[in-house]
């Protein structure tokens, strides 16, 4: 593959480094050019920055669905970061503040963009996914107003982890979740666990969480679930049932946090009739569904991608309390250094020592 134009190819006095991707299994630490900040931009220096199970799937299969690995990229975008310097324009933020990144961009000027929903704007740009670099990296530059200042409150750690949980808030309010809503949650990973948490602060007034893990579903118990099912079952009707009687009542609202075909088909099978399946599991690009039992009985799937205007949400949730800081530590297993990256996406994509989600230091 070519050299990634970014490369630094001279050695200057601000060293930096990335760790990027190269193509499928071979992703390499790499002295990288620092940025400067365009207007309207900060320059980081980049702190906690999570694995997400995307970056992984990149790593190993080098696509998903039609985003393609065909030249170098940096990895990364659950992160938080120190504003070291601002580009021209920049009025929100200042040097010293300490930032949480939401790393999709939009284009700002699309009919999705003007109506607020700018996860669905046809030009995001978002860190880490290809061709868009990404955050793991000692500085790296982002646009200023899709930055949020933290509160003194929310370290560092817990900063990163406002991506997954912005995804958690979107997934809450496509599906309806609400003061005394009995919930479903497929998959004890790290987004069924978010969720989990969000649901909570939500108001729920019941969750239950599916995984195929003991381990994760400890942690899920731990992290204030009400009740756990291990999936031990290929038959979904009779898991749907098992999941109901387990609850006492059908949930009103399930949130399917696997992509796997069975537990979708659990998920609508569990629903009560009049309730929401909001689908964020990106599994196969086609599934076979009980569509018609749905249909009968006015079950609504709602697709979840990303989030729109979630971030300052999740950081009041966070910091509020409404989300436990001690309930969000359970899911936070590992820590790496920026120069130890490989090794930790090796945890993360193993899942060695029990690995939920890995944090990596940049600073
Ligand atoms: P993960 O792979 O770490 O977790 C998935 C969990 O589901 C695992 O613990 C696994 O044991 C469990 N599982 C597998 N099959 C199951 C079954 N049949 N029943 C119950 N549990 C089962 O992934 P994650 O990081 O938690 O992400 C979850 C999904 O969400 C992934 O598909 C990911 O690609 C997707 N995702 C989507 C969005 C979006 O915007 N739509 C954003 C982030 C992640
Ligand atoms: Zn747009």
């Not at 000027?109 to 860190?127: A, E």
């Not at 107003?145 to 003194?152: A, E, I, S």
């Not at 381990?215 to 009740?227: F, K, P, S, T, W």
Request: glycine residues 8%.
């Amino acid at each position: 593959m070519e050299e990634p134009v970014h490369e630094k190819t001279r050695t200057d006095d601000d060293d930096n480094v990335a760790l990027v991707l190269y193509g499928v299994d071979d992703l390499r630490m790499v002295p990288w050019e620092k940025p400067s900040p365009k207007p309207g931009e900060v320059l980081l220096r980049m702190q906690s920055v999570g694995i997400c199970t995307s970056d992984v799937h990149f790593w190993t299969w080098g696509r998903i669905g039609d985003y393609v690995v065909t030249s170098p990229m940096v990895m990364g975008h659950e992160a938080s970061g120190c504003v070291v310097a601002v580009g021209d324009g920049v009025k929100n933020l200042q040097v010293g503040d300490r930032v949480a990144v939401e790393p999709g961009v939009p284009c700002r000027h699309c009919n999705y963009c003007k109506q607020g929903r700018y996860n669905l704007c046809p030009d995001v740009k978002c860190c880490s996914c290809p061709p868009v670099h990404g955050s793991l990296t000692h500085y790296y530059c982002h646009d200023a107003d899709f930055c949020y200042k933290l509160p003194n409150n929310i370290p560092y750690d817990h900063a990163a982890l406002l991506e997954p949980l912005s995804v958690a808030v979107h997934a809450c309010q496509r599906g309806g979740v609400c003061l005394g809503s009995k919930v479903l949650i497929c998959g004890a990973g790290p987004i069924g666990l978010v969720c989990l948490l969000t649901a909570k602060a939500c108001g729920a007034a019941h969750v239950i969480i599916t995984d195929l893990m003991e381990q994760r579903l400890e942690v899920a118990m731990a992290m204030g679930a009400d009740q756990v099912v291990k999936v031990d079952t290929k038959d979904t009707q009779k898991l749907a049932n098992h999941i109901r009687d387990t609850m006492g009542d059908a949930p009103d609202v399930s949130i399917e946090c696997t992509g796997v075909e069975a537990s979708i088909t659990t998920a609508i099978y569990a629903t009560r009739s009049g309730g929401v399946v909001a689908l964020i599991g990106l599994g196969a690009p086609m599934a076979t569904v009980p569509i018609v039992n749905a249909v009968l009985r006015e079950v609504d799937i709602r697709g979840v991608f990303r989030y729109h205007n979630c971030y300052p949400v999740a950081m009041e949730m966070l910091s509020s309390g409404s989300v436990p800081a001690d309930k969000l530590d359970h899911m936070i297993t590992h820590h790496y250094k920026l120069a130890d990256s490989l090794e930790a996406f090796e945890t993360a994509k193993t899942g060695r020592g029990g690995a939920i989600k890995v944090i990596i230091h940049c600073d």
